[in-house]
């Protein structure tokens, strides 16, 4: 079964700092990653996703992760962290075959402060 | 991608009512998805809702729940019946668009149930 684990709830880095989110994953296929952003009071915005082909994927607002393999990761980094990168942001992968259903880790809020 | 709506955006029901969420696309999608978001929690699969068929639910979710309609390439409603405290979440419709092999979400549905 597939699987998606975000190591820590809470994040909290100074506005110019690296940003580092991580996500591991567990799947016995090659997977679909996403990670997604939830701004308070809003929905979930795609902030990029990696399904085939270069395993470093860039994204919206600066945002990139690697899908690395050997280590079942796909960390996202954005070099320098602004106030309004402050969110939720969600991991997710997905299950393929049948109804391409994603399963979503717990979660990491990512404070930033001056 | 497409722009996905929601309605309403939050309601405040009593004990024992039921509400219907509908989630309207702007496009023609093959597939939509419920999710649900328990207070700081992340998000969890309730039901896709392909066109033409029934909708096929997850583990620990019931149609007598939550009933769902998808009766055209457009629109879905989600009926949450009969609703207790437990049943306050926000409820986010997503689709897959297309080849992209990507779901995205609409603003979703802020419900609290007293």
């Known amino acids: 079964a597939q699987s998606v684990t975000q190591l820590g709830s809470h994040v909290s880095v100074s506005e110019g700092a690296l940003v580092l989110l991580r996500c591991n994953y567990s799947?016995?296929?090659?997977?679909?990653l996403f990670w997604y952003v939830q701004y308070p009071n809003q929905g979930l915005q795609l902030l990029l996703k990696?399904?085939?082909?270069?395993?470093l994927v860039k994204g919206i607002n600066g945002f990139e992760a690697e899908f690395k393999k050997s280590e079942t990761s796909f960390h996202l980094t954005k070099p320098s962290a602004h106030m309004s990168d402050a969110a939720e942001y969600f991991c997710?992968?997905?299950?393929?075959?049948?109804?391409?259903?994603?399963?979503f880790g717990a979660g990491t809020r990512l404070a930033v402060h001056p | 991608s497409a722009v996905i709506s929601q309605k309403p955006s939050r309601d405040i029901c009593q004990r024992g009512t039921s509400l219907t969420i509908q989630c309207q696309v702007d496009?023609?999608?093959?597939?939509m998805f419920w999710y649900r978001q328990q207070p700081g929690q992340s998000l969890t699969l309730i039901a896709t809702?392909?066109?033409?068929?029934?909708?096929?639910?997850e583990s620990g979710f019931v149609i007598d729940k939550f009933p769902i309609s998808r009766p055209n390439l457009t629109f879905s409603t989600l009926t949450v019946s009969n609703m207790s405290p437990e049943d306050s979440s926000i409820y986010l419709c997503?689709?897959?668009?297309?080849?992209?092999?990507?779901?995205?979400f609409g603003p979703g549905t802020r419900l609290l149930v007293l």
């Open positions: 990696y399904t085939t082909g270069a395993t």
């Open positions: 809702a392909n066109q033409g068929s029934e909708a096929t639910y």
């Open positions: 496009s023609q999608v093959t597939m």
């Open positions: 799947s016995s296929v090659p997977p679909y």
């Open positions: 997710a992968v997905r299950v393929s075959g049948g109804y391409n259903k994603l399963i």
């Open positions: 997503s689709v897959e668009w297309g080849a992209s092999e990507t779901q995205y």
